[in-house]
């Protein structure tokens, strides 16, 4: 693989806290995609805002403002990692689809492509730019225009399962599921417009617990213990 779009799950990123950064999981992710860097790897992410807000739960707030809190959460994650990436030795930018200031630079493939080139990592922040589109829509739409090779998923489950097994012990977790499966099915992987997308842009995607030692590096160079997402 030559380019992959990492996508970390906010929650994640925050750790036991469950709410902001644990900055120990952020150095460690940091890292790991130090490692693919020095190996030649383009590597791009975007990072889901959940560990500061999750707009759809909230009831009291009209729907686009909501959505537009949890693009600028994105935006402050986004902030964050690349200066953690930064402090490791490597060089990144961040691209929003919307004007933030000198905060961001304004998304466009040709600009994106300039910065990988250049050996940077990519930040996508802000998802889509507009309401009613996850994180999730945004990293595969990202994924298609800049041409990657393949999505990595780094969520806090380990992989796809047929269940919610927190709920369901007896849940079965999948080595590989197509894409048409997932949506049959409605696995849940990513939301329903990410994996009609995916599926009509043949974008495959693996799945794979970010907690697990090493787990982005393994999941890159062979060693894959979650789901691949076929297309």
Known sequence: MR????????????????HGFDEDTVRAVAQQVRQLVDDGMQ???????????????????DRTKADQIGMLATVMNCIYVS???????????ILTPFECGS?????????????????????????TGHPYFSTDTGVVLRAVEVEAD??????AIDGVYDDDPAKNPAARKYDEV?????????????????????????????VFGLNGENSIVNAVKGEFCGTRVTV
């Open 3 to 18: 380019r992959i779009l990492l996508k970390l799950s906010g929650e994640a990123l925050a750790g036991e806290k469950k």
């Open 43 to 61: 590597v791009g992410i975007v990072i889901g805002g959940g560990n500061f807000w999750r707009g759809r739960t909230s009831e009291h707030i």
């Open 83 to 93: 200066e953690i990436f930064r402090s490791v030795g490597m060089m990144t930018n």
């Open 103 to 127: 905060f961001t630079k304004l998304f466009s493939k040709d600009r994106a492509n300039k910065y990988f080139e250049k050996g940077m990592v990519v930040f996508f922040a802000g998802g």
């Open 150 to 155: 393949v999505i990595l998923l780094a969520k």
């Open 178 to 206: 197509s894409i048409h499966e997932v949506i049959e099915k409605n696995l849940q992987v990513v939301d329903m417009t990410a994996s009609i997308l995916a599926r009509d842009n043949r974008m495959p995607m693996w």
